[in-house]
């Protein structure tokens, strides 16, 4: 019960050292072109004080970046940071105008505030991950564990806000998929949020990308279905009290939720925390880890305990009441060259000594302008999941809990899975006029513990159009060259993904 106290405690010094009170706001979706767009304008220079390593943002959060943004006396020398920034001014009008009171924060029903339609086709079969549940078709990632079918297939997504006062705030994305066996339907995303103070409590179907990597991140993505889950965080970034002022803007998350039945160890528990902090306007460094534990047949765990292993240790008289991933993250920008981003991520399997062992990890640069105008950038990132204990890989697999790190048979962090490696290229371009390109160029080596390797090579086109806020197009073809496709010496295959998607902001 002295844990619980204690965090109770640290939460309400939290909330008495809050330079603001929050109020409560939706979610912004983790595949949303928002975050390209603002990680383009800190790139150029204009945003000093995101912490990009915690998402999703809040539509306020981000709001306050693009103000941020505005302010900067630089934003009117770069023609593409002028475009980013007046089509952000217009998809946060709303938010902007109550930060700025020029509105007042109250209540409000948008039934429709945005719409998704988008139509697929793919070639070829999924891909299983050895010694765990994991299946995945693998050019279909990162999708909130959408599966696109063979043969082609739709899909239909709303999100609805309603709030009441500035502190009670309920969203929901009800979601339509048409296939060759029908139509389904279920809620993608949604949450009941309660500001309090700085801090944000909401219960509902969330998904959770931490870490600094953007193509893949070792604890927590969105490759894996969104979770029904409570959870705390201050959605933007605090200043905390005392010497700890001397953190920067400061974010944490803690969540509770309960993990899928068709699993060896079936309706496990899940949770994690994280904190994330900017201590120097260059240097963002921020921690994670999350404790799967409980289930059928396996011992209760109080609050109090969930506590005990979050902070890496097992209970008492328990050798291994718990599977734990942890990672340390980072990320410097140096001013000198052009604003250039290093980041990287080191996780952990294990615990020895006090510190993370069974190690893998995430190396990232990011080059927001490669050229004079600005309008191009570069992206290289490469993620090593290949450590093995014995003859076996360690990452997101357990001896107890055996259907792996995984929900609804999909790897919750990064999507290549365990004992697997991952290069990643990407070339940005803005164009004017609302026209982006994306050209992309990804390796993927799966299989260190298997007689071969699977080796899949996939370039991938994407171009998208959005003349105005209310309408985005966009397409995106992928193509997969697999080696020896499922462990088999001489397999080769190819395979295919295309989408075309056009959302609406109503």
């Given at each position: 019960m002295k844990k619980v106290l204690c965090l109770l405690t640290v939460a309400l010094v939290f909330c008495a050292g809050s330079v603001h009170a929050a109020t409560a706001s939706a979610n912004i979706p983790l595949d949303s072109w928002i975050y390209p767009a603002l990680d383009k304008l800190e790139g150029l220079g204009h945003i000093e004080t995101s912490l990009q390593g915690s998402r999703p943002y809040t539509r306020l959060a981000a709001a306050r970046l693009v103000r941020s943004a505005e302010n900067s006396e630089r934003t009117a020398a770069t023609p593409v940071a002028r475009e980013l920034l007046d089509v952000l001014r217009r998809e946060f009008d709303t938010e902007l105008?109550?930060?700025s009171g020029?509105?007042?924060?109250?209540?409000?029903?948008?039934?429709l505030r945005s719409m998704r339609l988008q139509g697929g086709y793919r070639s070829g079969d999924p891909s299983f991950?050895?010694?765990?549940d994991a299946r995945q078709f693998a050019l279909d990632y990162n999708r909130d564990g959408l599966t696109q079918e063979e043969d082609g297939a739709g899909l239909v997504s709303f999100a609805s806000e309603a709030r009441l006062g500035s502190r009670f705030l309920l969203s929901a994305s009800p979601l339509f998929e048409f296939d060759n066996e029908g139509t389904s339907s279920r809620l993608l995303e949604g949450k009941a949020a309660l500001a309090l103070g700085?801090?944000?409590i909401s219960v509902g179907r969330q998904s959770l990308w931490w870490?600094?990597?953007r193509h893949g991140s070792l604890v927590l993505t969105n490759n894996a279905k969104p979770q029904d889950m409570l959870r705390i965080t201050n959605p933007s970034p605090t200043l905390l009290p005392w010497v700890f002022k001397y953190l920067g803007p400061f974010r944490f998350d803690v969540f509770w939720s309960r993990l899928d039945d068709n699993r060896t160890v079936s309706d496990p528990y899940f949770g994690g925390a994280r904190v994330n902090f900017r201590p120097l306007p260059w240097v963002e460094l921020g921690a994670s880890r999350t404790v799967m534990f409980g289930g059928k047949g396996r011992p209760s765990i109080d609050l109090d305990e969930f506590i005990t292993i979050l902070g890496g240790k097992n209970l008492e008289g328990e050798e291994d009441s718990s599977n734990s991933v942890a990672a340390l993250d980072g990320r410097i920008l140096l001013p000198f060259a052009y604003n250039a981003e290093i980041y990287g991520e080191l996780g952990g399997e294990d615990e020895a000594g006090g510190f993370i062992s069974q190690k893998a990890w995430l190396l990232g640069l990011y080059l927001p302008r490669i050229e004079p105008s600005g309008r191009a950038s570069l992206r290289l990132e490469y993620a090593d999941l290949t450590v093995k204990r014995g003859r076996n890989s360690v990452w997101y697999r357990h001896s107890v809990y055996r259907s792996g790190y995984t929900y609804d048979e999909r790897v919750m962090?990064?999507?290549v899975g365990g004992g697997a490696t991952d290069l990643f290229s990407e070339l940005s371009i803005y164009f004017p006029k609302g026209w982006t390109l994306g050209l992309e160029l990804d390796y993927q080596r799966r299989g260190a513990d298997q007689p071969v390797w699977e080796k899949h090579?996939?370039?991938a086109l994407e171009i998208a159009w959005q003349p105005s806020r209310l309408l985005r197009i966009s397409g995106r073809y992928a193509v997969d060259f697999v080696e020896n496709f499922e462990f088999v010496a001489g397999r080769d295959e190819t395979f295919h993904l295309a989408f075309l998607t056009v959302d609406?902001?109503?």
């Open positions: 105008r109550e930060l020029d509105i007042a924060t109250g209540s409000y029903l948008k039934p991950l050895p010694r765990s700085p801090l944000e870490g600094q990597g962090g990064h999507h090579l996939q370039p609406l902001s109503l």
